[in-house]
Each structure stands twice: as structure tokens, then as C-alpha cells.
């Protein structure tokens, strides 16, 4: 599976969740994660993937971004 695909089929929930699990002491230790994410609080956390991460965590938020686009408003 491509990572496309997998952007597909990862909505931004998803992928919000995955941040903290994966990324949360290194690059979230500033935010705190909220039981029912919005496209907002996917997005907030977004910069903090990409100035405290790792190029994982900036490839992730991407991925949140892109889930964000295609979420209904």
C-alpha cells in the first residue's frame, strides 16, 4: 500500500490519535490531546509536528492536513 492510499483511508481522527502516540513526548509535549478532535485541533498540532519532529513527523503532518482538506465542513 502507497502512502496515497493510505492517506485515503486515514481520516483526520486517525491520524490525530497516531501523532500523540508516536510523537507526543518528542514534538506534542506543549499540547494536549482532546477525546473528540475537530479538524482545528488535528490542525493545530500540525506545526509542532514539523518544528519539533523528526521527517516522520512532518510527512505526518502533512497527511493530517490533507485529511483536514477532505473532511465535510
Request: charged content about 30%.
Amino acid at each position: 500500500m502507497t502512502n496515497e492510499t493510505t492517506d485515503v483511508l486515514e481520516d483526520y481522527v486517525t491520524l490525530y490519535r497516531r501523532a500523540f502516540e508516536q510523537f507526543g513526548a518528542r514534538a506534542l509535549w506543549s499540547c494536549k490531546a482532546v477525546p473528540e478532535p475537530t479538524p482545528e485541533d488535528a490542525l493545530a498540532i500540525t506545526r509542532s509536528l514539523r518544528v519539533e519532529g523528526n521527517l516522520a513527523a512532518r510527512r505526518l503532518a502533512e497527511q493530517i492536513e490533507k485529511a483536514c482538506r477532505r473532511a465535510p465542513h
